[in-house]
Structure formats: structure tokens, C-alpha cells
């Protein structure tokens, strides 16, 4: 079974940035842009999972569609 692990590492990559940004404005005392990038964050892995899970549920119709 082929796999692609180029989603996995974009969605690691962005959360290990965050976790970085967030820290380091934390330790600043910008709390707030602090809660505001994890949020960013999510929202971001969150329309690529969606997205990725929109194309599974085409290509499992298509399976079970005959033309």
C-alpha cells in the first residue's frame, strides 16, 4: 500500500510553528495573539483534513457508482 506522508508532515510542521510562535509571545505577554495563533493554527490543519476527507468520500462514490 502506497502512502502519502506529505500531509502528515505539513499538518506536524505547522503545529510544531505554532507551538514556537506561541511561546515565544507568551513569554512576551502578548497572551492574547498567542491564543489567537494556536486557533489560527487549527483552523488551517483543520480545512486541510477537510479537504482530504472530501476527496476519500469522491473516490469511495465513485467506486460504488457504475457509468
Known amino acids: 500500500m502506497i502512502t502519502n506522508y506529505a500531509l502528515m508532515f505539513q499538518i506536524a510542521g505547522i ?3 505554532a507551538a ?3 511561546a515565544v509571545l507568551k ?3 502578548q497572551e492574547e ?3 489567537w495563533t494556536i486557533i489560527t493554527a487549527f483552523i488551517i490543519v483543520f480545512f486541510q483534513v477537510i ?3 472530501g ?3 469522491n473516490k469511495v ?4 457508482l457504475f457509468h
Request: net charge positive.
Open 20 to 22: 514556537i510562535i506561541h
Open 51 to 53: 479537504t482530504k476527507a
Open 33 to 35: 495573539f498567542a491564543t
Open 27 to 29: 513569554k512576551a505577554g
Open 55 to 57: 476527496d476519500l468520500f
Open 61 to 64: 462514490k465513485d467506486v460504488f
Open 15 to 17: 503545529g510544531i510553528i
